[in-house]
């Protein structure tokens, strides 16, 4: 069975850094791109960073510059790595991929992200 895995998850400070990764397992039949969304309490889900196959990157304008998206195709896993957290940061988020075949929109079950002020 394809899954999504995700973990890094926490409690942070404000100013603070967290990296969270997300690992693909299963019969995987292509990685393509691949991202993260968030969804904060009584909010909709919302594009946090995306990166393709050949590792161009897209961002939400409220994490620009503070978090990075990247990839290892060789561990089918994508990381997000967040510097700078605000409280605003809190949420739920979760991984994305196209991993090809019925596969192509998986969703992970997320992991908190709690920045306290």
């Known amino acids: 069975q394809v899954q999504l895995v995700e973990s890094g998850g926490g409690l942070v400070q404000a100013g603070g850094s967290l990296r969270l990764s997300c690992a693909a397992s299963g019969t995987i039949f292509s990685l393509n791109a691949m991202g993260w969304y968030r969804q904060a309490p009584g909010k909709q889900r919302e594009l946090v960073a995306t990166i393709t196959s050949g590792g161009n990157t897209n961002y939400a304008d409220s994490v620009k510059g503070r978090f990075t998206i990247s990839r290892d195709n060789a561990k089918n896993t994508v990381y997000l790595q967040m510097n700078s957290l605000k409280p605003e940061d809190t949420a739920v988020y979760y991984c994305?991929?196209?991993?090809?075949?019925?596969?192509?929109?998986?969703w992970g079950r997320g992991t908190q992200v709690t920045v306290s002020s």
């Open positions: 994305n991929a196209d991993l090809g075949g019925w596969y192509r929109d998986t």
